[in-house]
């Protein structure tokens, strides 16, 4: 996530000069301390958060659990994860249903902070979650509030009750007791009442918010928050908190440049659970929030069980098993090519997934410069083939080549590299079918890999070396008869044996007398 860029990097360079060192003195952790109160501060963390963070992990990091340990530096780094984690809110906190439905949520916030468009984002994920949700427009007050949530609605496949037309016309305490009555009869299970922000804190909004809480008496409020506001959250959400009241905050414009202070002090500060966070413009970049997978991305240790679901999310198991009977069945096709980069762009932004791995940090040059447009360039020239030369590449000659470039708005140069991408990977992809490792194009053969995909090893056949060709004749009819081949003489002269040319090989005898004068 690029809100928390800078402060990963500062917070990563600091925890890495502490490695190498066998022990850890006072004015090591002071420093490593000063650094990191330095870092928080410039990424707009409250005051009061960044003392109490740093006095716990300078607690921790002078005490016995590092002094003791085998190796204190990641200790210090495993202190600083856990306090990251705690900051965040320890545990995460899942959503409370209502006993009986239908359960509402209330959204609250300023306004420019993304409200609305989360109202769809989160009935979205309602709706993958086996829910149904309805979304009820009480913003009655910010021009085209309403027509945005319809739209929005309408993206998520989610019904929009929108009774007033809005732009300061209509009540919206009435229009929110009333959607969830509607949603009541209806038998939609989740009511999301989208409210009113204003540009700043006022009595007027603070009143009409509490009014529409009063009616509804939801089961959620959440207080929806902007991650790049930087200090002015803490005072925001104290200010909610006492006028409103929430059960939880979401964080929004998580995908943003700025530098992420929100999310480290508006759980401390308000004792408020992080929920959700936003971390794109699609209706798909929004997930439950987990603390410390977040505190592990801060860190630069990859979220890879975040990873893993959103993979899970977006491929179908039947599918999956389909396409590794074709991989090893030499039956894979530009068309399957074609359905595997979709389901991979499915999950949403690659440049996200690939910053999820642990040590991302270090490619971030590679992560800036990669283009996700590449995908669709990709599907182009694909879907600009026939049927017949997407299922067998051999057919695209030349003048095909040209063709297909045209009709992808391409070259042919990027049309020989995506065929050449998709004949690399079959391969590869039939070599781990059959259980084998690949070979990596640039990377030589991996050590230990000489099956499957890499090159067959030949047994070394058993024959005699001896120079003489009547010698090695009667060695090897001696081998072939199952006997071993006689021993050959030694060509040294050490202890007397074998000096000379032509001496008889030692006895068993004389072997035996040697070894016991040199006391084995």
Same mark, same amino acid.
Do not use: C, S, T
């Given at each position: 996530m690029a809100t928390f860029g800078s402060l990963s990097d500062r917070l990563a360079e600091t925890l890495k000069n502490l490695r190498g060192k066998g022990k850890l003195s006072p004015a090591d952790v002071d420093g490593t301390v000063r650094e990191i109160r330095r870092a928080l501060l410039d990424a707009d963390v409250a005051l009061d958060v960044v003392k109490s963070f740093t006095a716990a992990i300078r607690e921790r990091a002078l005490g016995d659990e590092v002094n003791k340990a !085998?190796?204190?530096?990641?200790? %210090? %780094?495993?202190? %600083?994860? $856990?306090e990251l984690v705690e900051i965040l809110g320890g545990q995460q906190r899942r959503l409370e249903f209502a006993k009986k439905p239908p359960t509402v949520i209330m959204l609250a916030g300023l306004q420019g902070a993304g409200k609305t468009t989360l109202a769809g984002k989160l009935a979205k994920w309602l709706k993958k979650e086996g829910h149904t949700p309805v979304l009820v427009a009480s913003d009655l007050q910010r021009p085209n509030a309403v027509t945005q949530l319809q739209v929005v609605g309408e993206q998520a496949g989610v019904p929009v009750f929108a009774p007033e037309p809005g732009n300061g016309v209509g009540d919206p305490v009435k229009v929110a007791k009333n959607g969830v009555r509607f949603a009541a009869d209806k038998l939609y299970d989740v009511v999301i009442v989208d409210t009113a922000g204003r540009l700043g804190v006022d009595a007027d909004m603070m009143k009409q918010a509490a009014n529409i809480r009063?009616?509804? *008496?939801? *089961? $959620?409020? !959440?207080? %929806?928050? *902007?991650?790049?506001?930087?200090q002015d959250a803490v005072v925001t959400a104290k200010a909610f908190q006492d006028g409103v009241d929430f059960t939880g905050v979401v964080l929004t414009k998580l995908d943003g440049d700025a530098r992420g202070g929100a999310a480290l002090s508006v759980a401390h500060v308000t004792g408020r659970p992080i929920m959700f966070a936003s971390t794109g413009e699609g209706l798909d970049d929004f997930e439950p929030f987990h603390p410390d997978r977040m505190a592990s991305r801060i860190l630069d240790l990859g979220d890879i069980l975040t990873l893993i679901e959103q993979a899970q999310g977006a491929f179908d198991e039947a599918e999956a098993l389909e396409m590794a009977e074709k991989f090893a069945t030499d039956s894979f096709t530009l068309d399957d090519f074609l359905k595997q980069m979709q389901q991979l762009r499915n999950m949403g932004s690659i440049k996200g997934m690939l910053s999820m791995l642990p040590g991302a940090k270090g490619m971030r040059e590679q992560l800036d410069n990669f283009d996700e447009r590449e995908i669709v360039r990709t599907e182009a020239i694909i879907q600009s083939m026939t049927k017949a030369e997407r299922a067998n590449s051999k057919l695209l000659n030349g003048s095909r080549r040209l063709r297909i470039a045209r009709g992808a708005g391409s070259t042919v140069t990027e049309v020989n590299q995506l065929v050449n991408r998709f004949e690399q990977a079959a391969k590869m992809m039939k070599t781990v079918a059959k259980g084998g490792v690949p070979q990596v194009p640039g990377m030589g053969p991996i050590p230990g890999a000489g099956f499957g995909g890499g090159r067959k090893q030949v047994a070394k056949k058993k024959g005699s070396k001896a120079g003489n060709p009547a010698k090695r004749a009667a060695e090897n009819a001696r081998l072939a008869n199952g006997e071993k081949a006689a021993p050959a003489a030694p060509t040294g002269g050490g202890f007397g044996l074998g000096g000379k040319k032509g001496d008889k090989a030692p006895t068993q005898e004389e072997l035996a007398s040697l070894q016991k004068f040199l006391g084995r």
């Open positions: !085998l190796n204190p530096a990641q200790q %210090v %780094v495993q202190i %600083v994860n $856990e009063k009616a509804v *008496d939801p *089961d $959620e409020v !959440l207080f %929806v928050i *902007d991650a790049m506001i930087g």
